[in-house]
């Protein structure tokens, strides 16, 4: 059993930065892909950015330039620093991760709010 638990987010400033974390606890032999998703109201959930356990990062268009993710793969945690914040960014923010077990398994965690006020 594995679990993710994403913390920091909250209510910004259009203009403002916050930095969102994820931990992941549990069976782990490693984790590939770590990434964050977000989920807006009456929309479907978008991929925002992800990062491998070498450190490539992809991230979507809308978020390229403003958004860092990062990871420490000693900690099986990932980061996203979220800088130049828009109205548009606000949704809830979601961890997901590709777990190393016996096999490969896709965890999400719970969500974290990020609401950007114009």
């Known amino acids: 059993q594995v679990q993710l638990v994403e913390s920091g987010g909250g209510l910004v400033q259009a203009g403002g930065s916050l930095r969102v974390s994820c931990a992941a606890s549990?069976?782990?032999?490693?984790?590939?892909?770590m990434a964050w998703y977000r989920q807006a109201p009456g929309k479907q959930r978008e991929m925002v950015a992800a990062i491998t356990s070498g450190g490539t990062t992809t991230y979507s268009d809308s978020v390229k330039g403003r958004f860092t993710i990062s990871r420490d793969n000693a900690k099986n945690a990932v980061y996203l620093q979220m800088n130049s914040l828009k109205p548009e960014d606000t949704a809830v923010y979601y961890c997901n991760a590709a777990v190393v077990g016996g096999t490969v398994s896709v965890y999400w965690g719970q969500g974290t709010q990020v609401t950007v006020s114009s």
């Open positions: 549990g069976s782990i032999f490693s984790i590939n892909v």
